[in-house]
């Protein structure tokens, strides 16, 4: 055991012991990663639930067939086939008792999301060539994919354009994952339009794969950064403590875009740390650049004119 009362040199041996450990940390990391790109290259599959009708190998760990799933995986695809649309495939699935992966019954976009995975032919997810045994034919699956699109009657609609000054992610591209170092993502169960900004629930999601980042409520870090705006740290240089305290106090009166821009300005980076589920930030100490960038932006108005 260390003793950690006594002084410089037991908390230098404790540094030393934290960066070992860090770095252990990384190179496993990187292990992990390039394994699984080996796996992929070489058509294997590397995580992911295994759809219906599959089962995942406990040795190989790829998929392999599961009956009686793959029986109702047949029966689906021979009715689309048939010619039955996917509300009649549904009730009589529904019907004859036939069940989701999880046991739940079938809706409309789940059957159409089952009758257009390439898996059930013998592929990855992505369309990429997989080793695992396919359930349908390949000229079923095309004939099945034809009628599909023959239903559709209309084009996709084209959504209006969202104001990005009142994107609400206002940490988009700004916010990183501790575990892996990647900017995450933010993430919405709905589109985002009007509405769902201001009502539905918000997230930052970190998507890299293999790495422990998980998410974080927007909410919850939003509120971090607007406290790390409030309280500069004492070793930051003087102007940026006064930007810092600027924007904090007119906050409310931006426009989400204009608060994006202010950590902008005054961040150099922001990330998030998984564990103790706390915002870290790093403010700005070279304004040279940035202020060529922004053109002014910390003199000027960042809120609707009235």
């Known amino acids: 055991m260390l003793d950690v009362e006594g002084g410089a040199l037991a908390r ?166 501790e575990s892996c170092g990647h900017v995450m993502s933010p993430s919405m169960s709905e589109s985002l339009t009007a509405k769902s900004a201001k009502q539905a629930p918000r997230y930052y999601r970190c998507r890299t794969v293999g790495c422990d980042g998980g998410q974080v409520a927007a909410a919850i870090v939003e509120q971090q950064a607007l406290e790390a705006l409030r309280r500069p740290d004492r070793r930051l240089p003087q102007r940026t403590s006064e930007r810092m305290s600027l924007h904090a106090s007119v906050w409310h009166h931006y426009w989400p875009r204009f608060q994006h821009l202010a950590l902008v300005e005054v961040f150099t980076k922001m990330t998030w740390r998984p564990r103790t589920r706390r915002l870290l930030t790093k403010g700005r100490r070279d304004w040279s650049a940035l202020d060529a960038l922004l053109g002014g932006f910390a003199g000027g108005s960042h809120h609707p004119e009235e």
């Open 12 to 177: 230098l041996q404790l540094n030393v012991l934290a960066v070992f450990a860090e770095l252990e940390r990384d190179m496993i990391g990187e292990r992990l990663t390039d394994n699984r790109a080996a796996r992929r290259a070489h058509g294997l599959r590397t995580a992911g639930r295994p759809p219906l009708g599959y089962t995942t190998d406990r040795h190989t760990k790829q998929l392999a067939v599961r009956e009686p799933e793959a029986t109702t995986v047949r029966w689906l695809f021979s009715e689309a086939a048939s010619g039955k649309s996917t509300s009649e495939l549904v009730a009589a699935a529904n019907a004859s008792g036939r069940r989701t992966k999880t046991g739940g019954a079938w809706s409309p976009r789940a059957l159409l999301r089952l009758l257009q995975n390439p898996v059930y032919r013998g592929r990855h997810p992505d369309g990429s060539p997989a080793h695992h045994t396919p359930l349908i034919e390949q000229e079923l699956f095309d004939r099945v994919q034809a009628l599909i699109a023959d239903r559709r009657t209309r084009d996709p609609s084209q959504r209006t354009p969202f104001d990005e000054r009142f994107d609400p992610f206002i940490l988009r591209g700004l916010l990183h994952c």
